[in-house]
């Protein structure tokens, strides 16, 4: 019998004042087989009535938390951040991350329900996959990395431009990814989103063959129709397209793989 792997959660808390240690959570992390995850309130009204002051630099923390995958480094902040933003000692549950989130953000952020944490976003993914890109840009390139790392890059196609989530170019691109989360439950968005990421990926490869292009997708959570449609978009993009679907798991190898062919000498 295999053994039970324990998921933990911790708060994300605005401390205004850490002498007089008065506190209000403003997001959960959940921490699970070196992953994290994170949700965050939406109406910040409470948060800054009670703190009195601007709260830019907590909102900006919630947008970065998002992209904050990985559970050591989580772990890292929970030691090392001591001042209006903390975050507390993480708690172990027996629960699975999924469930966890629900759990923690409804217990402990009063407006959180259910149907805000039932799937996550392309926008979320893309968060990802950005800072995944980055970090493999990084170790290619140093200080230069965020230069080559282009979001919303048009390129050409056959008989068109078409945009990508993320592009890595220098003068011209080097690889090319889209995201598509396959979470979200809306058959109608997600039918849109892989017809126009097929006919983009299609019509630039007609203009130059074996262009490097990663699809990352987030499968679905349901079964039924949405889990075919997953399935068949798997087998156009990859077996018709010649594109490389890719999850949270295989885009880290694949993305350093593809900063291996940037070349590290800047063009003029």
């Not at 630099?57 to 030691?79: C, G, N, P, T, W």
């Not at 990508?164 to 080097?174: H, I, K, R, S, T």
């Not at 039918?191 to 006919?199: F, H, L, P």
Request: some cysteine; proline content about 5%; overall charge positive.
């Amino acid at each position: 019998m295999s053994e039970q792997v324990l998921s933990y959660y911790c708060m994300a808390r605005y401390v205004p004042d850490p002498i007089k240690a008065e506190s209000m959570n403003f997001g959960v992390f959940v921490l699970s087989a070196g992953r994290a995850r994170f949700h965050c309130i939406s109406d910040w009204t409470r948060l800054r009535k009670f703190g009195g002051e601007r709260i830019g630099f907590l909102k900006e923390f919630a947008r970065s938390a998002k992209a904050m995958d990985d559970e050591q480094y989580v772990r890292h902040i929970v030691i090392k951040w001591k001042n209006s933003i903390q975050i507390t000692e993480p708690r172990p549950s027996l629960m699975d991350p999924e469930r966890l989130l629900v759990y923690a953000a409804q217990k402990f952020l009063a407006e959180t329900g259910p149907a805000e944490l039932g799937y996550r976003r392309k926008i979320d993914l893309l968060r990802m996959t950005q800072r995944t890109i980055l970090d493999a840009l990084d170790l290619r390139l140093g200080s230069v990395a965020n230069i080559y790392l282009k979001p919303r890059l048009s390129v050409p196609g056959k008989t068109g431009r078409h945009t990508f989530d993320l592009g890595v170019a220098n003068g011209c691109p080097y690889f090319l990814a889209q995201a598509i989360s396959f979470e979200i439950g809306d058959q109608r968005e997600i039918e849109k989103q892989v017809d126009a990421a097929s006919w983009a990926i299609e019509d630039v490869q007609n203009l130059r063959a074996g262009w490097p292009i990663g699809v990352v997708t987030l499968p679905p959570k349901a079964t039924g129709e949405i889990e075919s449609t997953y399935a068949n978009a798997w087998k156009v993009f990859r077996d018709l397209l010649g594109a490389e679907v890719l999850d949270e798991e295989t885009v880290r190898p694949w993305a350093k793989k593809m900063a291996d062919l940037v070349p590290t000498q800047i063009k003029a």
